[in-house]
C-alpha cells in the first residue's frame, strides 16, 4: 500500500511540475491542456479502480460531475477578478465561492438522492 501512495504522489508531483512549468514561461494553454487533459482522471480512475474497483470509479466519476459548476464558478472568478483585487484576494475569494457552492451541490445532491 505504502509503495502505491509513493507511485500516486510521484506521479501527482511530475504533473504538477509540468502544469507550474508551462504557466510560468507563457504557455497558459498547454499548463491548462495537462491540467484538464483525462490523463490525471484516467490516473485516478485506474489507481481508484484498483483501490475500490467499479463502485469507487463510478462514485468519483459522479463526484466529478457534480462539482463542474462550483468549479467552473471558480475558475470564472479567478478569470474576472485577478487583475482588480490581485492574486491572493483572487484565489481567495474563488476557493471561497467554490466551497459555497460545492456544499450547496452536496446538499442538494443528497436530499434528491436520499
Sequence with gaps: MIARLAIYFVLGGAIIASITYFASVG????AAFVATVPTTSIITFL????????????SYA????????????????II????????????????????VLALATELIVKNRLG
Design 80 to 99: 474576472f477578478t485577478l487583475e482588480k483585487i490581485g492574486l491572493a484576494k483572487s484565489l481567495a475569494l474563488s476557493f471561497m465561492l467554490f466551497l
Design 47 to 58: 489507481f481508484t479502480y484498483l483501490e475500490a474497483g467499479n463502485a469507487g470509479v463510478i
Design 62 to 77: 459522479k463526484g466529478l460531475l457534480y462539482f463542474l459548476p462550483a468549479w467552473t464558478v471558480y475558475i470564472l472568478t
Design 27 to 30: 504557455r497558459g494553454f498547454m
